[in-house]
């Protein structure tokens, strides 16, 4: 009776076009786009600014300062100032004076943060050559003092180092994406499964079943089994979007990091999740049209509070708690926890067993309101 | 046979059934008659076993609905009014799909298949059907466990003449299969053609339970009717008229009556005491205007 149920569900699935496109090409686009889009956001190394150095002082402490320049690749160092979007004037008697600064021109299409950011870059190298001169000039004065800052390498490296909490990797807009379009994509499965569950309620097929010894437990367990192996190759193929697709567009590739048993335990945790409140929609709605605008809204604002659409950690703290109530943040923050920290299965246990008891709950609600409906009979 | 005692179900303050006792013979067609909202609607829904009632019992065939629910379910099929089927499936998936849930007999697949004409339609989407070719498949679906009873609500809802007679013919077939069949029709005509005894629901209460015969020829009404050979002078003459050749009468009013129709020469061909038809007696007897 299962195998007859679940195949005659993926029939119906399979032969909706508009669901199809909506479970599979639209979050491996959404994956697309915006991994390319962000892909400047979220790495340091892509960041360039063209600046112009104009050396007064022509110095020890200015050429080392300018070779510093020239070899950090954050920097494009041109010959013109007229194409520089920033002018570095090196006053004269820059070396001999302590006091002296650096001048910063900016162009005027230039924001306020990526001034900021050239300045706090353009420090690293303005200390690095001051203190390499500090060295220089104490060399006279003992020679073992000199020899022991010769020895160090000083740069602004050797004065911190950064670390993330169980961390190896920095993130890049590709392991922000993927998870994030995962989550939302799977939640998706609102569309088919409302649509086939209230055409099934209105034609009566769901009582006629009923009629048949078909209990109300068997339609929403052989129900909810197609969604569960939809759900799994959606996070096959945008996993595989993330690995393969995505550098095609000169973009980094998604890195798995963690566990892969992780990865499929919240794969399959988020899919119950998404198939209870999907099931929970389908069941109480009164046409497709609004178990699909309903279930669509729903999508959207949990994934806005979830982090799918902002990233969590660009929210201000009182919507990062405010995102902890969607179950689509649970899943995220279980993904980015093994792609991003490595993650292992007892790390995203807590995040796991959520979802689950959150899918049950609803399902279970879903297939109650669903038994009252057959009650009203045919 | 079927045997319904005491039947009670009640939603909220109104009841649907009122005490409604029934007894059903096996291999019978048996016709339900009711206004809308009369309960022929709750009473097929619990002899189906989806909902239950407040109170009474039912039997049917020896077995206790209430305690062997799945056995008797097993035993009967309801063909609903509306079309329960998938329609972006094609005929035979959704004969197969049925067939596994009930693990239903490659004989009895067969069957239905062949008294319902569907062979030629097999590979058909269900969308794409006739009305006709619907009801049939619904009608298939209903017959692939092979059930013992056989609930029919409106089945012939919506369809023309021609598939309608079809039905109605593969319906009265299964009496030859000993199969009980309970017929819900708003179309008297129908009832009249096929059913064998008749129970008339009136607010949950069973009015009246009688052979079809019975019901046509009843005696305990005084109308009469006297159809007549067509003559121009009847719409002179100022007589109640059913139609344009069926004078509507009173037993006491006959032989005036009659009187009239000698002295005009107006030929007599038939005289019916009782009710006409069944529609007309099911107007008489519970005051509804139309069915």
């Avoid at chain 1, 920097?75 to 302590?98: C, G, M, N, R, W």
Wanted: hydrophobic share 45%; glycine share 6%.
């Amino acid at each position: 009776m299962f195998k007859a149920m679940i195949k005659k569900e993926f029939l119906l699935v399979l032969r909706d076009k508009h669901a199809l496109l909506a479970l599979f090409v639209m979050p491996a686009i959404f994956i697309l786009i915006m991994s390319v889009a962000m892909r400047d956001q979220f790495t340091n190394e892509s960041i360039e600014f063209s600046l112009y150095v104009n050396d007064a002082d022509i110095s020890k402490i200015s050429k080392d300062f300018l070779t510093k320049i020239e070899a950090d690749k954050k920097f494009h160092l041109l010959d013109d100032e007229t194409s520089a979007q920033f002018v570095v004037t090196i006053p004269k008697d820059y070396e001999s004076k302590p006091n002296s600064k650096l001048s910063i021109n900016v162009r005027d299409s230039i924001k306020s943060d990526e001034i900021e950011a050239f300045k706090a870059m353009l420090f690293e190298h303005v200390l690095s050559a001051k203190l390499e001169n500090m060295v220089r000039n104490i060399e006279g004065v003992s020679p073992q003092i000199s020899k022991i800052l010769s020895d160090l390498e000083i740069s602004v490296e050797t004065m911190y180092e950064v670390s993330y909490n169980n961390s190896i990797n920095i993130p890049n807009s590709t392991q922000q994406s993927v998870p994030a379009w995962i989550v939302f994509g799977m939640f998706f499965i609102i569309i088919p499964m409302s649509t086939i569950y209230v055409n099934e309620r209105k034609q009566n097929t769901l009582a006629r079943l009923n009629s048949m010894n078909v209990s109300i437990f068997a339609m929403g367990i052989s129900k909810s089994i197609p969604y569960l192996v939809i759900n799994q190759f959606q996070v096959l193929i945008m996993l595989g979007v993330g690995i393969y697709l995505v550098p095609l567009f000169d973009t980094p590739a998604l890195v798995i990091n963690g566990s892969f048993f992780a990865l499929g335990a919240v794969s399959v945790a988020l899919s119950i999740a998404a198939i209870g409140i999907s099931s929970l929609i389908a069941v109480s709605a009164k046409s497709s049209e609004q178990a699909t605008t309903i279930g669509g809204i729903l999508n959207i604002l949990l994934g806005a509070i979830g982090g799918v659409m902002v990233p969590k950690f660009i929210m201000p703290p009182v919507m990062q708690k405010l995102s902890e109530i969607s179950p689509m943040s649970w899943g995220l923050d279980a993904f980015l926890d093994i792609f991003l920290k490595s993650a292992n299965f007892s790390m995203v246990l807590n995040n796991v067993l959520m979802l689950i008891t959150f899918g049950v709950i609803s399902l279970m609600l879903s297939m109650l309101i669903l038994q009252i409906s057959i009650k009203k009979g045919f | 046979m079927i045997k319904i005692t005491n039947l009670t179900k009640s939603y909220g303050e109104k009841k649907a059934l009122d005490n409604l006792s029934l007894e059903i013979k096996k291999g019978s067609v048996f016709g339900l008659l009711g206004v809308n909202g009369a309960g022929k609607t709750t009473l097929l829904s619990i002899l189906n076993g989806l909902i239950s009632q407040d109170s009474g019992s039912v039997e049917i065939f020896g077995l206790d609905m209430n305690k062997e629910l799945k056995k008797v379910k097993s035993l009967s099929s309801i063909i609903p009014q509306h079309l329960a089927f998938y329609e972006d499936l094609s005929v035979k998936e959704n004969l197969d799909f049925f067939a596994k849930v009930q693990n239903a007999e490659k004989e009895s697949y067969d069957k239905s298949v062949e008294i319902n004409s569907l062979e030629e339609i097999l590979l058909q989407k269900a969308s794409t059907l006739s009305g006709g070719q619907k009801r049939r498949l619904n009608i298939a679906i209903g017959l692939l466990n092979n059930p013992k009873v056989i609930y029919f609500d409106e089945p012939t809802v919506g369809i023309d003449p021609k598939s309608r007679n079809e039905i109605l013919d593969s319906i009265k077939e299964y009496k030859n299969f000993g199969i009980t069949v309970i017929y819900t029709s708003h179309y008297m005509n129908e009832i009249e053609k096929i059913c064998d005894e008749v129970a008339i629901i009136d607010h949950g209460k069973l009015i009246e339970q009688n052979s079809v015969e019975n019901l046509i020829t009843n005696r305990s009404s005084d109308s009469v009717s006297v159809e007549v050979i067509y003559s121009e002078k009847l719409q002179e003459l100022g007589l109640d008229m059913s139609s344009e050749t069926t004078i509507k009468t009173k037993e006491s009013e006959l032989f005036a009556t009659l009187k009239l129709c000698k002295t005009h020469k107006i030929s007599i061909k038939q005289i019916n005491y009782g009710s006409s038809n069944l529609e007309k007696h099911f107007l008489d007897i519970t005051g509804a205007k139309d069915v």
